[in-house]
């Protein structure tokens, strides 16, 4: 059967569970489910949701590793796959089915919120910041034209370790 590959936006709905396997770090497991609501603007503005698709996603080895530290419950996500359908039997005993995604890619939507790069790449946020510029008001110096509160150690906004607030989220929800 041909694979359907396809990418998927939408909102982490459960915990992740992740499993190390003691096969090795290729071997390791992470699922978790996500859901895409669609829907449109009414003439007044109001949004109407009209439909939601559910995804179980799965994600293995350094993939599934990585994406434990930026992927959490409630998180906007961008996921792209392998899409299957994959029956099972439910708790009642009926024979069931989902959709799986089989995760080639993760990330967060970065419409729906903000995120800092943390990797190895030609060029990096702190290699960027560290270069002399000129300050100006409203954070108008940062290459990323970011306010100062949200830029290095400075993104505290409500206590320490706490991230900034999301971006987008007077809009719609996917």
């Not at 489910?33 to 996603?57: I, K």
């Not at 434990?68 to 409630?74: L, Q, S």
């Not at 792209?80 to 890619?105: M, V």
């Not at 949200?150 to 987008?168: L, R």
Request: aromatic share 8%.
């Amino acid at each position: 059967m041909a694979a359907v590959r396809i990418f998927a936006a939408g909102k982490v709905t459960t915990d992740l569970r992740f499993t190390q396997s003691a096969k090795g770090p290729d071997n390791d497991f992470l699922s978790f489910a996500m859901a895409h609501n669609s829907g449109r603007y009414q003439d007044d503005g109001t949004w109407v949701q009209t439909s939601t698709l559910w995804l179980n996603v799965k994600a293995f080895g350094r993939l599934a590793r990585n994406a434990r530290g930026a992927v959490a419950k409630g998180r906007p996500v961008v996921v792209h796959g392998e899409l299957r359908h994959e029956p099972y039997i439910g708790a009642d005993g009926q024979k069931r089915n989902s959709l799986e995604l089989h995760a080639d890619a993760i990330g967060l939507n970065l419409r729906h919120c903000t995120a800092e790069y943390m990797g190895f790449g030609e060029r990096t946020r702190e290699a960027l910041v560290a270069a002399p510029q000129v300050t100006q008001p409203d954070g108008a110096g940062d290459p990323f034209g970011a306010p100062p509160d949200t830029v290095g150690d400075a993104a505290q906004p409500d206590g320490a370790g706490k991230p900034p607030a999301a971006v987008g989220a007077d809009e719609p929800p996917f």
